[in-house]
């Protein structure tokens, strides 16, 4: 059983940067696919960004492609979320997850553990 918390979130002006981390415990962190996920107030959630268990394979939602970045530290069992050029667009509790899956997994449907998730606001 795999435990996940967030933490770094935040607020911050249009324009600006934040890093979210996501401690893992409970499990072999190098076995488990880590992704992002982010769900608006009256919206369902949705995929940000994955990082396959190696860390040589990121992926990401086509809104954020380019400001954000995620990586991982194996050694901390932690992962990483950078969000630079943050627009009020991004406002949301943002949610780290966990999969036991060699290959990188979008859906939220394909993670099986959660963590409770941080908040994000953008002011403009």
């Known amino acids: 059983q795999v435990q996940l918390v967030e933490s770094g979130g935040g607020l911050v002006q ?10 893992a415990s ?17 919206k369902e959630r949705e995929f940000v960004a994955a990082i396959s268990r190696s860390g040589d394979s ?7 492609e380019g400001p954000f970045t995620i990586s991982r530290d194996n050694a901390k ?14 406002t949301a509790a943002y949610y ?7 290959r990188v997994r979008v859906g939220v449907g394909e993670y099986d553990y959660w963590g409770q998730g941080t908040q994000v606001t953008v002011t403009s």
């Open 14 to 23: 249009a324009g600006g940067s934040l890093r979210l981390s996501c401690a």
């Open 26 to 42: 409970g499990g072999t962190f190098s076995s488990y696919c880590m992704a992002w996920f982010r769900q608006a107030p009256g």
């Open 58 to 64: 990121p992926y990401y939602a086509d809104s954020v």
């Open 77 to 90: 069992n932690t992962v990483y979320l950078q969000m630079n050029s943050l627009n009020p667009e991004d």
């Open 96 to 102: 780290c997850a966990a999969a036991e899956t060699k």
